[in-house]
């Protein structure tokens, strides 16, 4: 499984932003929801469509992007 597998990004679907393949579940909801304590048990009950691989990927396109910005915020700045 590659990111661009499960994650795309196109202007005609949520205005561009990241979302799982197929769905108009962003990316940034599934990380949000994580990181407000919600397990993936959580996740799959509530978005039938999305699976175990598709919220590995998720947090996959989410570190990649940490890495790449690394030096560009300092840690007092991040949100």
């Given at each position: 499984m590659t990111i661009t597998d499960r994650i795309e990004v196109n202007p005609k679907v949520m205005m561009g932003k990241p979302v799982?393949?197929?769905?108009r579940i962003p990316v940034e909801l599934i990380l949000r929801k994580i990181s407000e304590g919600a397990s993936e048990a959580d996740l799959l009950e509530a978005y039938p469509k999305l699976t175990h691989e598709d919220i590995q990927a998720a947090i996959a396109y989410a570190a990649r992007l940490a890495h790449d910005e690394v030096g560009e915020m300092e840690p007092h700045e991040v949100p």
């Open positions: 799982i393949r197929g769905t």
